[in-house]
Each structure stands twice: as C-alpha cells, then as structure tokens.
C-alpha cells in the first residue's frame, strides 16, 4: 500500500499499517520542517487527568463545533486519543511531566479542563515528527520515498489502484497498490496571511477531487487569533497555550475586549473588529506575566523578529490556520472511492464542524492515523486484473499570489456573496472548490460568517456541504 505525507498522520499511520502487516510506500514531497506537524506548538487534547473523561472532552469539542460536528466522529476522538498519547509515549516520545512525574496538562481555548500534553514545552510536533521519522525510516516494512511528490491519483474501473509521483529530478514513478492513503496536510497556506508552512496548500485535495472523490466542509476554515503581526516573521503563530497561562489580548487602549479563552472563531472575529474599528489601530498580546520559559522556541522567534515578550507587547493578528473540510471519509478514513483512504488534515471525516478546538488536530492525526493505516492494511491486496493504464502527471498544484489574495479578501474571516462569486472565476480549481461550498452554506456559524445571512440556520444544523469538480454542492446529513 501507499501512504502519501510523512507529517503526524502519515508517518503513524504507515507505522499502524506495517503493524497491520501491510507493506507499504511513503511518499514525502518535503523534508520534516515543511510540515505543518513539525510546526505544532500547542499539543494533544486527550482526557488523561482524574478529573476528566471523553465525555466532557466531547462535549467541549461538539460545543465549539457549533451543532455542524459529526457526533460519532468527535466521540471515536474522545475515546481513542488517551489510548493514542500512551502508544506514542511506548514508542519513546517523551511527553512534558510535572514534578511528581505525571504527564503535565495545559489549558487552551475552548477546554474546560486542563487536558493538552506537550513535548518539549513548544515543541511538541517537531519533538513527535521528529521520533516517528526515526521509527519509519528503520521499519522493515516501510520504504521511504523522498523526495518524491505524488501528482496524480491512478483510478481503474472507478476504483483507486495507486499513484503517479515525480522524484525531485524529474522522475516518473508509477506506484501500484492496493491502498493509498493521502496524509498531505491543510490547504491554509493558500490564504494570504498564513500561519502554515508555504507547501500547505491542498495538495491532496485537488489529487483526490481530480480522481472523482468528493471533498466535505470546505466552507470551515479556521482563522487563529493570535499570530504575529510584524514586518519579519509575519504570520509566526503565537499559540493559544499562553493565552491559557495568563496572557491577554489588548487594544490600543490597553483595554481588554475577549475572553481570551473563548473558541477561536469567537477570538479572531472579536480580534477582526477591533483592527478594523480605525485605521492603523492594532491589538497587542501581553505575555508580560507569563513564565516563557515554557516556550523558548515562541520566546527565540519573537526575540529574532525585535521583540521581547517579557518587557513589551506584540502586535497580533488572525492568519489562516486549519482547514477543517477536506477529502471525505468515514471513520476509518475511507474516501468515497475505493481503495483511497484519507487522514489527517486533508481528511474531514466531520469531526471538528465550524470549529476545531484546539489541539484535536494532533489527536486527530494519530487517531485516525492508527483507524486508517488499520484498514487500509487490511485491504491492500493488489487490483486482480490488470489496471488500465497509469494517468499522466498532473500539473503541481501552486496558487498564483493573484489566487492567495482572493483566497484572503472573498474567503477570509467574513464572506460576502459578490465576493465569493468573484472566487468562483478563480484559475486555480480548489479555490473555486471551497468558494462554491462558502456559497452554498448560507448562513454564519464558527469559522463560517457571512455578511448576508449573519446567523445560524437550524435547518443547517449537522449538515454537511459536498463538493465534486464539476456538479453542484450537495447537503448531506452524516451519522
Ligand atoms: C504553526 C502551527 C501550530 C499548530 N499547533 C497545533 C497544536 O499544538 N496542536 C494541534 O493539534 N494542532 C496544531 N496545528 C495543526 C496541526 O499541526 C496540523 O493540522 C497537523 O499537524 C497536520 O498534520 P498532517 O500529517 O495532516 O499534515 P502535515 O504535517 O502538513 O504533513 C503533510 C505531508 O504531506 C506531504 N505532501 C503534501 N503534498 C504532497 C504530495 N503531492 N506528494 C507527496 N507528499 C506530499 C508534505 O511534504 C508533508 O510531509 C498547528 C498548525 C500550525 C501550522
């Protein structure tokens, strides 16, 4: 079988298939620091503590999913993401403890409890990345190929039967088998003002969209509140994991204005209107009396960018950060084509809704990393007849800055119809993808507001936008 991205998801979920038994190919475009995984800083979310359970961890993720959650998704999440922590603890990553050596949990937005496990303070996904890579790279089971991008998905008779990928030099490589599994990241880097690493950009979404597979949620991207503003390092993200140890956000005034807690659609839109209140006004995070010690790699990159957190304040803005739509699946990562699976964050198996809550993303990707290499595993017997022929090489999928700048100003924080329309004449085919689903959802809710339907719709509630290249969206209500 194949898997396609070696960041969190793809690197444990190719572990979880070899377990299974399979054979399998991992293709990787980057090296590890062009992953969004390496760059994580918050951590897992996982209901590790006494004081508490999957049930309240759901709960806390269904509330900031504003009623568009797939139940059965966020409650697999729940229940599995203690089991994942302690395998990757067996692995040897070695998570953050307090002084009696009980893992140390921190606090983030939309958390009712402390409940998020660290490694490194900071560094929690280069420390990860870092030891599954390692763990990969001697697996006898797996083949590493990097670096080598995948370009085209090879489909026979309706079913995915394996890949067309290109060496760096320019070599062609067909890649049959019997699963292939996209672990290709977000497509956050597509908007403007990014906290993502520049290869974010959906690579795996106009793959499996090419291929026929149908793309969900598209409409859901979630701005993070809290990035930094500044002419160097514009965009560096300055996690929500301070803001849980005291810090404030504050306007020029130095008022506060938000609970810095609140869920970051909340934060980032209350942010959004305080910038735009007057020209030049600004809004500034006060670490002041935060122990940065537990963030040396925020603390250097601020320092590097002129700034020192423990004398003064730092101007922040949101900047696009998680796509929470993707390629469709169920709850073991099955697309809507056989024989291709997807997980991670090019996946939405309709686990986050409007919103995701922090640090589920990385529970995510091991969760269903682990459900995913697991079936895909136990499917990966070869096509039996012969497959018609491999597909040519699809062209690299890299927005034009003209299509990012859309992206920003019809897709951004607020959506207006005209504008949105606008991205539909986008050249760039997954643009115009998640502007027909933005279209479609008329309505605002989380990451979703319109400026011509400025509240929830009921009827909306738990439904789902799909899109296909060339039909219209359909509405789906999802178990
Ligand atoms: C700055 C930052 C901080 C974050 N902090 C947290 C946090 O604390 N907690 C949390 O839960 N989430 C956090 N997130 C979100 C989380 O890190 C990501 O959602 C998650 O790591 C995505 O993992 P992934 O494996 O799906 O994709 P990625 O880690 O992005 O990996 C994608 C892989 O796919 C490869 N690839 C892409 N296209 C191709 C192709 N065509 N062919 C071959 N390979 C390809 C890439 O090279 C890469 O190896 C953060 C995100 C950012 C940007």
């Known amino acids: 079988m194949a898997v ?5 998801a793809g690197l444990y979920a190719a572990l979880a298939a070899a377990r299974g038994g399979a054979r399998v190919v991992l293709v990787s475009r980057s090296p590890l620091a062009e992953t969004a995984s390496y760059w994580a800083q918050g951590g897992i979310a996982a209901a590790l503590a006494f004081y508490d359970s999957p049930e309240r961890h759901l709960a806390d993720t269904v509330a900031a999913g504003r009623g568009a959650s797939r139940p059965t998704a966020a409650r697999v999440l729940c229940e599995e993401s203690p089991d994942v922590v302690r395998d990757l603890q067996s692995l040897g990553v070695q998570f953050d403890t307090d002084q009696a050596g009980r893992l140390a949990l921190g606090l983030e937005g939309g958390h009712s409890v402390r409940r998020v496990v660290h490694a490194g303070g900071s560094a929690t996904g280069r420390r990860i990345t870092r030891d599954l890579s390692a763990l990969v790279a001697t697996a006898e089971r797996i083949e590493v190929l990097e670096p080598a991008s995948a370009r085209s998905l090879w489909t026979s008779e309706g079913r995915c039967v394996g890949l067309v990928a290109e060496r760096r030099d320019g070599e062609p490589i067909e890649l049959l088998a019997g699963a292939t599994v996209l672990a290709t990241g977000g497509a956050a880097a597509l908007w403007r003002r990014t906290t993502n690493p520049p290869g974010a950009v959906g690579a795996g979404l106009t793959l499996a969209a090419a291929a026929g597979a149908a793309l969900a949620d598209l409409e859901f991207v979630q701005f993070h509140p809290t990035a930094l503003a500044s002419e160097t390092s514009d965009g560096f993200l300055i996690t929500e994991a301070i803001r849980g140890e005291g810090a404030l956000l504050l306007d020029d005034a130095g008022e506060r204005f938000v609970d810095e807690l609140a869920p970051r659609d909340q934060v980032a839109l209350a942010i959004q209107q305080v910038l ?39 101007p922040v803005a949101p900047a696009a950060h998680y796509t929470m739509g993707g390629i469709a699946t169920d709850l073991d990562g099955r697309a809507s084509i056989d024989g291709l699976f997807a997980v991670g964050e090019c996946a939405c198996n309709g686990l986050h809704g409007a919103n995701r809550l922090a640090s589920n ?81 008329e309505e605002s809710r989380g990451a979703h507001q319109r400026t011509d339907h400025r509240s929830v719709d009921p009827r909306l509630d738990g439904i789902h936008v799909l899109m296909r290249q060339d039909t219209e969206p359909q509405l789906e209500s999802w178990r």
């Open 4 to 8: 396609v991205g070696a960041g969190a």
């Open 361 to 441: 993303s990385l529970a995510e990707c091991f969760v269903f990393g682990r459900r995913a290499g697991a079936a895909a595993a136990a499917t990966a017997a070869p096509p039996a007849r012969e497959p018609e022929p491999a597909p040519p090489r699809g062209p690299d999928p890299l927005p034009q800055p003209s299509t990012r700048a859309a992206l920003w100003a019809h897709a951004g924080l607020e959506r207006s119809p005209e504008g949105l329309r606008e991205l539909m004449d986008d050249p760039f085919p997954l643009a115009r993808l998640f502007a027909g689903a933005a279209l479609r959802r």
């Open 276 to 314: 735009r209140s007057s020209p030049g006004a600004r809004v500034f995070l006060d670490m002041r009396a935060v122990d940065m010690s537990q963030f040396p790699n925020v603390a250097a990159a601020l320092r590097r960018a002129g700034l020192d957190p423990a004398r003064e304040l730092v």
